[in-house]
């Protein structure tokens, strides 16, 4: 049915971004895992206008970019 082939499409985005962090090394996927699911997280859909994170929590998540920002800002 079409309503699996959205789904099996965003399955293939998620093997195909952890076979590139692996380089090819299949047997190490699981080392990536946690980096390339919270990537996907994140990651703003064009369907939904924003990303999964924020459509369930409501609010932006915190990238590690921000907290670099935040520190800069900060008075010593």
Sequence with gaps: SQANG???NRHYDVREGLLKICKGN??????????MIWAERVTVLKSLGMSPYRA?????PL??????QA????TP
């Design 6 to 8: 959205i789904i099996e």
């Design 63 to 68: 990238l590690p970019l921000d907290f670099i």
């Design 26 to 35: 299949e047997k190490t996927w699981y080392r990536s895992a946690h980096a």
């Design 56 to 60: 369930v929590t409501g609010q932006e």
């Design 71 to 74: 520190t800069w800002l900060t």
